[in-house]
């Protein structure tokens, strides 16, 4: 018996070699070890709080980093460095090797998953419109937006809400691009937009710091779903995406999922009642 042990050990030993210098296997450890040797994972963010903030220090926080930061110092990457992003910029720069992920709220739907290696969800959210006091115009979804024909509604250049707001029938010209919160705050207070539409959470958090009583809240969009995001990895990284996947789920069986994002308002048992195959995969 114990010769039989030798000989399997000594092709065990031939067999990992092979698969070392054939490559096979060896995807992950090459892309993790060129971000351990680097330091740091370059990921890019949208400044949107609570997903994603960058303080006057240049301190990133924001649940979508604090979530990636952790996990990437499980895998043996130090720290993350970030790049502040349009929407849709985003998953061209991930493409183009400027970013190693996007970790920034950036939500799953197919046209997406086809372009990128999603992990699991992390952070999910209802959409939501800025308006004036007592809504003048009356919204309660993007087509409400869309019937009437001397309304405005600002959203993020390449994001989600703009993208709804034109499938719901809203004219190009009437969809107006605005760089970040600030901007879509002011030009509603301005009158120079109806509305203003970004995630709940997002709109919540610019509401409460403006403290402005002349601005109010819809919430959620009608007909609008809630979304989930992932960290969003290169095709080809799968197997760094994979590993990233393998200490989401350990953080999320053991509550310091939990403990990261619900703080910031979003809800743990959200992300973990769906999967990415599902979210890629909705109508
Ligand atoms: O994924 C998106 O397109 C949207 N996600 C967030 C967190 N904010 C706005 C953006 O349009």
């Known amino acids: 018996m114990k010769k039989l042990g030798i000989l399997a050990g000594v092709a065990g030993l031939a067999i990992t070699a092979v698969l070392a210098t054939s490559g096979?296997?060896?995807?992950?450890?090459?892309?993790?070890?060129?971000?351990?040797?680097?330091?740091?994972?370059?990921?890019?963010?949208?400044?949107?709080?609570?997903?994603?903030?960058?303080?006057?220090?240049?301190?990133?926080?924001?649940?979508?980093?604090?979530?990636?930061?952790?996990?990437?110092?499980?895998?043996?990457?130090?720290?993350?460095?970030?790049?502040?992003?349009?929407?849709?910029?985003?998953?061209?720069?991930?493409?183009?090797?400027?970013?190693?992920?996007?970790?920034?709220?950036?939500?799953?739907?197919?046209?997406?998953?086809?372009?990128?290696?999603?992990?699991?969800?992390?952070?999910?959210?209802?959409?939501?419109?800025?308006?004036?006091?007592?809504?003048?115009?009356?919204?309660?979804?993007?087509?409400?937006?869309?019937?009437?024909?001397?309304?405005?509604?600002?959203?993020?250049?390449?994001?989600?809400?703009?993208?709804?707001?034109?499938?719901?029938?809203?004219?190009?010209?009437?969809?107006?691009?605005?760089?970040?919160?600030?901007?879509?705050?002011?030009?509603?207070?301005?009158g120079r937009i109806d509305a203003y539409s970004l995630p709940v959470l997002s709109i919540n958090d610019l509401m409460k710091k403006a403290n402005d009583p002349n601005l109010e809240v819809i919430a959620p969009v009608q007909g609008a779903p809630v979304y989930c995001d992932g960290a969003a990895f290169k095709k080809g990284d799968e197997a760094l995406r994979d590993a990233f996947d393998v200490e989401l789920a350990k953080m999320k069986k053991s509550g310091e999922f939990a403990k990261i994002i619900e703080p910031y308002g979003f809800s743990a048992a959200a992300a973990m009642s769906t999967t990415r195959e599902k979210l890629c995969s909705a109508k």
């Open 24 to 190: 096979v296997g060896s995807a992950a450890d090459k892309k993790l070890e060129q971000l351990k040797a680097q330091g740091f994972a370059r990921v890019a963010i949208a400044n949107e709080p609570p997903y994603t903030a960058v303080a006057a220090d240049g301190k990133v926080s924001g649940a979508a980093p604090d979530v990636a930061r952790e996990i990437f110092k499980r895998l043996g990457v130090a720290d993350i460095v970030a790049s502040i992003s349009e929407y849709g910029a985003m998953i061209p720069g991930l493409q183009a090797g400027r970013f190693d992920v996007v970790t920034a709220g950036l939500f799953m739907k197919p046209e997406r998953c086809a372009a990128v290696a999603y992990s699991e969800p992390v952070l999910c959210d209802a959409e939501a419109m800025l308006v004036k006091k007592g809504n003048p115009k009356g919204f309660k979804s993007y087509q409400d937006v869309a019937k009437d024909t001397s309304a405005t509604i600002g959203a993020p250049g390449g994001g989600t809400e703009e993208k709804l707001a034109l499938n719901a029938g809203v004219p190009r010209e009437r969809v107006i691009v605005v760089p970040d919160g600030q901007s879509g705050l002011k030009m509603v207070q301005d």
